[in-house]
């Protein structure tokens, strides 16, 4: 009990006999709890880990600005293909650009504080698509999807619509995808039909821009 009246800055032996336990008052209690609880939150940081799932804001070029406890294990973006506007997300066939950590998969940057600008190689990283070129221009009036894959935290995904040089998140209500590797095809959501896209896109962006 001596170091605790310690923390208050008294010692219970300055204290009358039996009456040192209603010395403290509210004052002091709050300065116990507050020196407790910095000392207990990192002890827990360090014995249990803090996950923070990643995270993105999307900017112009486009640019990622990225967040959480994670590393930066890929960051992919995924193109339409052929006579679509938007693209599906994880099909191979559509993958237009790719890097992941030059050391391995498990040796990526922390993502916190981290940014991604496409077609720009981060430090530390290696282009594996396209292999021996610069990345192909993201089209105006087309949708995309990037996908941040982290160790350690849940990732980071989403689309993105180019609108001039300026990237603008949406969602796809309504888009599902066959599989998550090899090529994959676009799917209405809880059936195997295949997924038909808007007739008037710039008019589903506006309904579906996502707004932080």
Known sequence: MESVARLAGTTYRDLPEDSWYVQLDANDMRQINSRALLLTVPLLLALGGCEIPTSAKIGNGPSFSLGGSGRLASFRVYGPRQAHRIAT???????VWCVQPGEGYFKGEHVQWLKI?????PRG????VPIGRTAPTLAAGQVYYYFAETTNAPPAAGFFYMEGTAAVEISVPGLCQSGFIGEVKPLKCGTNEP???????EQFVRENRVRK
């Open 117 to 121: 600008e496409y077609g720009q190689l």
């Open 195 to 201: 997924y038909a896209e808007p007739t008037d896109l």
């Open 125 to 128: 990283y290696v282009q594996t």
């Open 89 to 95: 997300p994880f099909d191979q066939k559509s993958l």
